[in-house]
């Protein structure tokens, strides 16, 4: 109990001191950020915006305004992507279209990676295994941009499907989640048969094999659950990055995800939603990292007593 | 101490290994019978095939090994024709259980010990739940974990080398098993550690009537806990005995020399004695008595023909030309000689 929170306590520590960072700096940005029409405004209606947007305050009392509405859960308005609209709300629809492609696609890949790792771990060196390697090398070694232009192109001819996204017809989210899961399923089944068979040549396993225990139990009860604990490290943060979204996918099939929001809003200069951004990956990859943690904990008793200073 | 009732008979066993192509003969028709009750150890140095010839028992060959010709007979079946894991099952921890080398990676890591325990117990004994709980618990207490119930709860990593290798063995007396073969039990753990496991596994062996098979390169556990001892060279058993006619009557030269390399043994200020050259390479045939090349006293007819066993005593058998009555008388060496001397003194305190 204590690990996990000393292991929180940390964690929200970081977040802090990533989220100040991050503010701290957006105020060095150059100002025209804060304005949609600054060519043609004189110096005193400049003065006058920046003082109504309260940035011409003290560093310390902007950081507390921004707290402040931290925790009133708003972000400001975005200034130049989507004029006086509230960022949440752009974020908002965004982000839950890109989630929910994203989870999907993150089921697909990890039941589809995790049953080709195992079977390629549990006949290593046999056809699943060589079947694998195959798969994992090309989809590791083909650009992905490449493949999804195939796919768009052939597959929708073949099996009669839409080239784009519409939201309201269910058909045409299947490409798209084709697409996302390709080479992740590559991704997983490469890690999982990895830890599989470095675990497979544990003297654990010898000893269960001579205390009698056939050879789907061991894989079932001792190796399985021993392989994934490496990986439970990752999955949170894999979740979690899902809200990004992805650039080629998204942009390839016109789906309105986050996927390349971020570069849009550096480019456009748009302060505010710059800001709300780096806000929400820095969060999310503090926080998966420590839901990982704390999973990996869960499944490995080594490592919360490593930190109660053990009892050998 | 040893009846004459046989748990398990080894006839001319022959096991060969691939090898990047080659086949590397690692057993060459060796032959053993075991006494039930008895404590049998084989001693060899590395590479000698005391392993490899062990786990053939278990059907634990590794995959590019095989059984050649030859038969391992237990309770009537050839074991050495079996092939299938279903069939193996069946000897697998029930019949014949093991307890290897290094304690300190033969648990997972992420079960708790009573856990592990209680699965053997699950799987041969016909206890499920609660019940093989208590047993596991028991059997903890038994192999000598104090406060066993509270212990059963914590994970391997909790506990000590040589508690975890009470706790290996606890895992292979659960399965209550006829025949329990230690592979090196004691190598990896402290001198002190050393003789409370070996008591221990004396003491099981007393309460659940066990015949034990110790594998080892450690003539001091030997000494301790053998009735029996098989010299294993090159792939055979060249010199089998009871423990007092091998220590204090060795025939063979390669017992000689293995007994002349003990540091006990050595003259204070002379450099310790070592058995010069290397182990035959078994990928080639060997011919004739494997160590006549390392051997000082070998005869022409150690180049040439394998020489069959010899008995010295009923129980005491060995394989080397000196024992041919044509042979020429060969003393052992004075270090063997001073250990026979010693045996003697130690007998004649005694009395």
Known sequence: MKYYAIRLLRSFLTLIIVVTIVFLLMRLMPIEGYFTNYDKLDEVQIEAKLENLGLLNPWYIQLKDFYGSLMKRDLGQSITYRPKVDITKILGDKLITSLRFGLVSLTISLVMGLSLGILMARYKGKFWDKFGTCYIVGANAIPAVIFYLLIQVYLTDLFKLPLLYDRTDAKSWILPILCLSLVNIAYYAMWIRRYMVDELNKDYVRLAKAKGLKNKDIMLKHVMRNAFVPMAQYLPASILYTVSGSIYVESLFSIPGTGGLLVTAIQRQDNTLVQALVLLYSSIGIVGLMLGDILMAAFDPRIRLSHEGGSR | ?351
Not at chain 2, 7 to 26: H, M, P, Y
Not at chain 2, 124 to 142: F, T
């Open chain 2, 1 to 351: 101490m040893i009846n004459n009732e046989i748990v398990l008979s080894v006839e001319d066993l022959v096991i060969k290994f691939n090898l990047r192509g080659q086949e590397l003969t690692a057993i060459r028709g060796a032959s053993l019978t075991l006494y039930k009750g008895e404590s049998l150890a084989i001693v060899g140095e590395s590479g000698s095939g005391k392993s490899v010839f062990t786990k053939s028992f278990m059907g634990l060959l590794d995959a590019n090994g095989r059984i050649d010709s030859g038969s391992i007979i237990y309770k009537g079946n050839d074991l050495a024709k079996y092939k299938t894991e279903d069939e193996w099952i069946k000897i697998r921890g029930k019949e014949i259980a093991m307890v290897f080398q290094d304690p300190m990676t033969s648990l997972n890591p992420l079960k708790t010990v009573g856990k592990q325990v209680q699965e053997s117990i699950e799987l041969h004994q016909n206890l499920k739940g609660e019940e093989a709980k208590k047993l596991a618990v028991e059997i903890l207490n038994d192999v000598g974990i104090s406060d066993p119930d509270r212990r059963y709860n914590q994970y391997p990593h909790e506990f000590s080398g040589g508690m975890r290798q009470r706790v290996v063995i606890a895992i292979a007396v659960a399965c209550n098993p006829n025949i329990l073969i230690c592979d090196e039990p004691t190598t990896a753990l402290d001198v002190t550690i050393q003789a409370q496991i070996l008591q221990l596994l004396k003491n099981l062996q007393r309460k659940y009537q066990l015949t034990i098979i110790y594998i080892t390169h450690d003539l001091g556990v030997v000494a301790n806990v053998a009735d029996r001892i098989a010299v294993m060279y090159a792939g055979d058993i060249i010199e089998l005995g009871l423990s007092e006619e091998v220590f204090f009557d060795p025939k063979h030269p390669y017992t000689w020399a293995l007994l002349s390399s003990l540091p006990q043994l050595g003259i204070k200020g002379e450099a310790l004695y070592s058995i010069k050259g290397t182990p035959p390479n078994l990928f080639k045939e060997i011919k004739g008595d494997a160590f006549a090349p390392r051997n000082p006293h070998a005869l022409k007819i150690d180049f040439e023909e394998r020489p069959p066993y010899f008995e010295v005593s009923p129980t005491h058998k060995v394989r080397t030309w000196l024992l041919d009555p044509r042979a020429p008388k060969v003393e052992p060496p004075l270090l063997v000689q001073k250990m026979r001397e010693m045996e003697v003194k130690r007998g004649d305190g005694i009395e």
